[in-house]
């Protein structure tokens, strides 16, 4: 079955640097577009970041462009975020998604079918 599983979430002071990372089994990972999400407290889940299943596409919501990169290893089976530049507006739940289809087709929840548990990120001194 389709598992998809977060790591990297923690504490980090505003200005730091996080690395997420998502290991995928249980499809052929290399077929799917892949996402980030995140959801604050009180707020609704937000898209982040998608890339396509090569790796060739990505997509990122305006909030942290310049700041947060998305990439993939497909021979390891795993995304990843790597955030920098973090502000305490980034603290969020976030989550890896698989997407529908090879490419991305937007930073919606509809755009993708199976979730991770998801990892908290806090952004605070």
């Known amino acids: 079955q389709v598992q998809l599983v977060e790591s990297g979430g923690g504490l980090v002071q505003p200005g730091g640097s996080l690395r997420l990372s998502c290991a995928a089994s249980?499809?052929?990972?290399?077929?799917?577009?892949m996402g980030w999400f995140r959801q604050a407290p009180g707020k609704e889940r937000e898209g982040v970041s998608c890339?396509?299943?090569?790796?060739?596409?990505?997509s990122y919501v305006d909030s942290v462009k310049g700041r947060f990169t998305i990439s993939r290893d497909n021979a390891k089976n795993t995304v990843y975020l790597q955030m920098n530049s973090l502000k305490p507006e980034d603290t969020a739940v976030y989550y890896c998604?698989?997407?529908?289809?090879?490419?991305?087709?937007?930073?919606?929840?509809?755009?993708?079918?199976?979730w991770g548990k998801g990892t908290l990120v806090t952004v605070s001194s």
């Open positions: 998604a698989r997407g529908k289809y090879y490419s991305c087709s937007g930073l919606r929840d509809n755009a993708m079918d199976y």
């Open positions: 249980g499809f052929n990972f290399d077929n799917r577009a």
């Open positions: 890339i396509s299943g090569s790796g060739a596409m990505t």
